[in-house]
């Protein structure tokens, strides 16, 4: 097993951030296994998305009508429909497994690893990455 | 590899049953390496999640408006509205994992492991906990 | 460590195909761990569900209404309403991961493992699975 964590900076706005080349270079030492992606957040997510053809902005913009920046919330701390941030993880889980074959990840041809980040108060993010070898 | 099985009471209402210190438990046992935690169940789901803040009845609400409880769905067995019950778990996953330094869940401070059930018929769940070691 | 890649036909419509029965055999030749369950793709996820009573239609038809297939996406490639079938993923992960007993998948009684494909543009789909002995 090797773990490592990043630190990223989801820039303070509505965020799909692409942390692809850093889980595959974190992958490259090598090893047949599998790597667990793992935010220790409570109002953000991870996705596999193609990114950079409009579906990161896609899926910004549409959190804003699954989860819906109102005053339906009952947790009020923060910014104006904070408490949606918090619903998030239920429906874009903060944990996800990927298939690492000889230290390359084993993504399809357009999937991206991506933080989705709706939480504007928060910029300063930690994302844990543990290899298992097989 | 270490596993075990949580029986838990979900006490027959729309519940969000946080689960964590029992999973501690389980992995205090030592080691590093990661937790799966896994409900054998088609009617509910996993989150990580702040508890305690309103965040849990947020969540618990706000299903009623993704997964309305009318008659929209072809399963109707059970409760009315049950046939949401079935369509949860492809949105809130049963299957969560998280990595473990030293038999300490490595959460983050605000984050934790719920169980996301809906389903008033069915009180009775299990969860099971599997530990790989490093 | 064990994997195989099993190809599968969704059809070219709107699918929701049972891959229990494989991903079973594939744990068959024995031992305790888990499995890693994994879509190479960017426009389909994975999900446990009960099959057969009406959810994966249920699930199938619901999605229309989360994920609306009109013109509010920016990615338009392919057919109408595709730029959803791209946003899919975030909230049905193609990631998932099922403790196994002894060759057996240790699923609940009425949980079935499907893939869940909107896409009707891509009938071919290859699903990952890796073993990983406890």
Redesign the interface.
């Known amino acids: 097993?090797r773990?490592t964590e990043l630190e990223i900076d989801t820039g303070g706005e509505v965020a799909v951030v692409d942390i692809t080349s850093r889980v595959a270079e974190f992958c490259s030492e090598g090893g047949?296994?599998?790597v667990?992606i793992?935010?220790?957040?409570?109002?953000a997510?991870l996705?596999?998305?193609?990114t950079g053809?409009?579906?990161d902005?896609?899926?910004a913009?549409?959190l804003d009508t699954?989860?819906p920046r109102d005053d339906?919330?009952?947790?009020?701390?923060g910014s104006a429909g904070h408490?949606a941030d918090?619903?998030l993880?239920?429906?874009?889980?903060?944990?996800?497994?990927?298939?690492v074959?000889d230290g390359v990840l084993?993504?399809?041809?357009?999937?991206s690893i991506v933080v989705?980040d709706t939480n504007t108060d928060n910029p300063d993010r930690?994302v844990?990455l543990?290899f298992?070898?097989?």
Chains 1, 2, 3 share one sequence.
């Open positions: 097993m773990t047949d296994g599998l667990s793992f935010l220790p957040h409570a109002t997510g996705a596999l998305l193609e053809a409009g579906s902005d896609d899926l913009a549409h699954v989860l339906r919330w009952r947790h009020r701390h408490g918090h619903v993880p239920a429906f874009i889980s903060p944990s996800l497994t990927v298939p074959d084993a993504l399809g041809t357009w999937q989705v930690t844990r543990t298992l070898a097989g």
